[in-house]
């Protein structure tokens, strides 16, 4: 029953920002388009409907609102109505109901969907024909889909069929990019239309919010980009802006409405495909002129799209877990590799590992301390190291991948053409060690649908408003400085050898603790042991050899030639053998007592040492030149016993009258000439004492620091046990510092090391 006309007011969008897309509150436009009906009810009762009610139901919004359904269906057709609005699930889910006159206008096509405490109901003009099941509709194109192979056949067949099905002048499958930007891959086309395929389309045609309602609703269509929105009227109570975002009758942005116009496109209809929760792409549709379609077309080309987006979702799986696949399998290599060869250098760049095979890449590198290794087509060493430099100030992550290197860090543009692209895995928490893999630069020519830096401009009226751009004809670019892009089953690949890596560290680290554990227990019985056995053997030596001198005073003259000389040499290898034990002593009293650091100038240690061999130095005639040394925490009686010991040396081994030593710390300048080892830091003091003796052959560099071992033959050179660089060695060992050797057979040896960690 139709009662008094009540207030009215129309909705409007609220204050709407149309300085850019991205602002633009689409959802509620506060109209809908003029082809259709739309009305609200809360709790049975009309308090919005759209002005459209005049041209389609012969009646004035006022005499609607406050009413119940009867105002506009007959008893039947409100029952079904109402059913459908109890019993049906219609969040967010808009329903056919049926399709009905209404006031003797129509018949109508009937939606029904539920937004918040309301229920919304559109109204589409049907057309007075049978509705078809979408399903029957799309049976031959799904066969089609079907039998496709490739994705360009895929998305072909299915603009042909879509275009079979809509009558569209021109259809067109559009796929994303993951920047944003679309690509027109397949197309079909009315006889003396444009052809926009190949095009590529900037992201700010479509944004954001415009993407969201894409994921959310499969379809949309606009039946008449020349006609004027109907606004929304509605009860005071009610005048807020109305969600409108499950409505197809939805008003189209203004912005998007004059982009069609400068189209020239007069109707459009877009499907989404969709992969889990992004939008793939879209099925776009053209018309020249006004077009409608009936609501059982539209399910049709939702079903289609639904359809079209499984299959896609499936046949790209299929190819990401093929893919996946190979890379788990070169992944089993690499950790084999890796737990195999206990040195990760080697273990990554040995052929059976195939770093190149394991990511599709052309070129890759390992740096690993101060090593570098380079594997194919990459930048040079010196760009490497400034890379992993340059990585190592990036926030930490387990992978690190781009395409634009240039464009993140200027320098690789010196070497686009074999390092655009980088994808990096840390080695160990440092920051300076990788593994890394190149791409080259892909020269590409881009084909625009006009000019992306121009995607929309501010309007005559100089309000600010952005105006759509009016030109799309083909417009090229040349990209340059990027590589093919690194692929998510590519990212995940590098992140599961990051784990792995991290894991065998993890794994060798304990293992090394427990045989340092273990060999700091072995060394300490060791040094235990060789403290007792040379300290309890000395007393029994020592009667041993008392004895044999004994012996040999009072029965020289008694015993014959043959006596004697046994008796000799029992005096002479027992007197050895108390300098051994002497030695072993000594060196095992090093390795136990407790160090006393303090800062001491070396220079003082030196003086001490040569105090101590002043007898010597006057019988050779030795000439010891002393530089500047610095100041160091050491243990100052066990460093002096260090330059004692390398002076001897030098004082021994030599055949020259008036032998030249000299003591000192090496410059800067200097290291280059000298092998300093790896491990001993950039900045560390290293000390020397030089001589001009008979030198050492390379091959003894290392012998000649193991205990009791000796070059040459017991008489020459003034004998000794052989124990004194093995005492050198230990107290540089336990100053956290190391020695080494450097010398010349016949011109003399150069003895470097290091008393800092």
Request: aromatic share 6%; net charge negative.
């Amino acid at each position: 029953m139709t009662g008094d006309a009540r207030p009215v007011v129309q909705i409007g969008a609220g204050t709407v920002d149309l300085t850019t897309c991205d602002r633009e509150p689409i959802h509620i436009p506060g109209a809908v388009q003029p082809h259709g009906v739309l009305v609200t009810l809360e709790r049975g009762r009309l308090v919005v409907v759209s002005d459209s009610v005049r041209e389609h139901f012969g009646t004035d919004p006022a005499q609607l609102l406050g009413q119940g359904l009867d105002v506009l269906l007959d008893e039947d057709a409100r029952q079904v109505v109402e059913t459908a609005l109890t019993q049906e699930s219609l969040e967010h889910n808009p329903l056919f109901v049926l399709s009905a006159t209404v006031r003797g206008h129509g018949p109508f096509d009937v939606i029904a969907h539920r937004r918040g405490g309301l229920h919304v109901l559109e109204f589409e003009p049907g057309g007075g024909r049978a509705l078809v099941d979408p399903v029957a509709l799309i049976r031959g194109s799904l066969g089609a889909l079907n039998a496709t192979r490739t994705l360009p056949e895929f998305a072909g067949v299915l603009a042909r069929e879509v275009r079979h099905l809509t009558g569209f002048d021109r259809v067109m499958v559009y796929q994303f990019a993951p920047d944003g930007t679309g690509s027109v891959i397949a197309e079909e086309l009315a006889v003396g239309m444009e052809a926009f395929l190949g095009l590529r389309y900037p992201a700010s045609d479509i944004p954001q919010q415009a993407r969201a309602l894409y994921v959310r609703n499969m379809i949309r269509i606009i039946s008449d980009v020349q006609s004027t929105p109907s606004p929304l009227c509605a009860l005071p109570e009610h005048a807020q802006p109305l969600d409108l975002s499950d409505a197809g009758l939805r008003a189209v942005s203004p912005i998007h409405i004059q982009y069609l116009r400068n189209m020239g496109v007069g109707a459009s209809m877009s499907i989404s495909i969709v992969r889990g929760q992004e939008l793939w792409g879209l099925i776009a549709c053209h018309h020249n002129t006004a077009r409608v379609l009936p609501y059982d077309v539209r399910g049709a080309c939702e079903f289609l799209g639904q359809v079209a987006s499984v299959q896609l979702s499936a046949r790209q799986e299929r190819d990401e877990q093929a893919y996946e696949l190979r890379l788990r399998s070169a992944e089993s290599g690499l950790i084999q590799q890796l737990t195999q060869q206990p040195d990760p250098l080697e273990a990554l760049s040995s052929p059976d590992a195939n770093l190149l095979g394991f990511i599709d890449a052309p070129g890759a590198a390992i740096r690993y301390g101060r090593e570098l290794v380079q594997l194919g087509v990459t930048p040079s060493v010196p760009q490497i190291a400034e890379l992993c430099e340059w990585l190592a100030t990036q926030p930490e992550a387990q992978v690190l991948h781009t395409d634009t290197l240039g464009r993140e860090y200027p320098p690789a543009l010196a070497y686009a053409d074999r390092a655009s692209g980088v994808l990096a895995v840390p080695l160990t928490g440092s920051g300076h060690d990788y593994v890394l893999w190149f791409r080259p630069e892909e020269l590409r020519t881009v084909v625009w649908g006009g000019d992306p830096n121009k995607p929309a401009q501010q309007g005559d009226s100089g309000t600010g408003r952005l105006s759509p751009r009016q030109s799309f004809a083909a417009w090229q670019e040349t990209v340059r400085g990027r590589s093919a892009p690194w692929q998510r089953a590519e990212v995940q690949a590098a992140q599961a050898l990051r784990r792995a890596i991290t894991s065998v560290t993890l794994r060798r680290a304990e293992e090394t603790h427990e045989l340092n554990m273990e060999l700091q227990r072995s060394n300490a019985e060791l040094d235990a042991f060789a403290y007792i056995a040379s300290h309890d053997l000395k007393e029994p030596l020592r009667g041993l050899h008392n004895y044999s001198v004994f012996l040999l005073e009072t029965y020289e003259q008694q015993l014959d030639e043959e006596g004697v000389a046994k008796l000799r040499t029992l005096v002479r290898l027992s007197q050895r053998m108390d300098d051994l034990l002497d030695s072993l002593l000594l060196y095992s009293r090093v390795g136990r007592v407790d160090l006393n650091f303090q800062a001491t100038p070396l220079d003082t240690l030196v003086r001490e040492a040569l105090d101590t061999l002043d007898t010597r130095l006057c019988e050779t005639g030795a000439t010891v030149t002393v530089h500047d040394l610095p100041t160091l925490k050491v243990d100052r009686v066990r460093v002096a016993e260090i330059y004692q010991n390398l002076i001897a040396n030098a004082l021994k081994y030599t055949v020259r009258e008036h032998p030249q030593i000299e003591v000192g710390v090496l410059a800067a300048v200097d290291r280059a000439a000298y092998r300093v080892p790896p491990e001993v830091r950039p900045d560390a003091r290293i000390l020397y004492v030089k001589d001009d003796g008979i030198g050492i052959r390379e091959q003894h560099f290392e012998n000649i620091f193991r205990i009791f071992k000796r070059l040459h033959a017991r008489e020459q050179f003034g004998g000794g046990t052989g124990a004194g660089l093995t005492i050198v060695r230990k107290i540089t060992e336990r100053h956290g510092g190391q020695v080494w050797v450097q010398s010349e057979y016949g011109r003399g040896s150069t003895f470097l090391f290091t008393l800092e960690a």
